[in-house]
């Protein structure tokens, strides 16, 4: 008696070994972390939006960032943030026994549903956490035209 093989558990073994690697790649994209904990000096930035009656508010987790190394555009419907920060380190301080603390910048670019009044965004930091309040441009009424 010969003891075949079943071809469908190859092709299920094949299956399961692709669904891991799937859910392992979407792990990876979804932490923001292309690069599986590859450092390259740049860390994603967790972000909310929020939709209001009359506005969008952007709150961006900063930490270790001050105002002045945070730059916010708004363009053509879309917020840029950037943020970007190096530590220095004095000269005659050599006795370091380890040293972590080096340059970090992040940045994020989110397109925003509405057009907003770019002359009205605001922007504010405390402890962090950066707050963008745009409010939205008025959408004037589309009006009938005549066809002659």
Known sequence: MSSRR??????????ERMSRQFDE?????ETGDPFGGL?????????DLVEHDD????TVDLPGFDKEDVTVHVVDRSLRIEAEREEAVEEDARDYIRQ???????????HLPNAVDEERVTARMK???LTV?????????????EIE
């Open 39 to 47: 450092s390259l000096g740049f860390e994603p930035m967790a972000v």
């Open 25 to 29: 790649a979407s792990r990876m994209w």
């Open 55 to 58: 506005e969008f508010v952007a």
């Open 133 to 145: 309040t745009l409010p939205k441009l008025e959408v004037e009424e589309s009006h009938r035209i």
């Open 6 to 15: 079943n071809p469908f558990e190859d092709l299920e073994r094949l299956f």
């Open 100 to 110: 972590e603390r080096e340059h970090k910048s992040t940045g994020r670019s989110i």
């Open 127 to 129: 402890n962090g956490v």
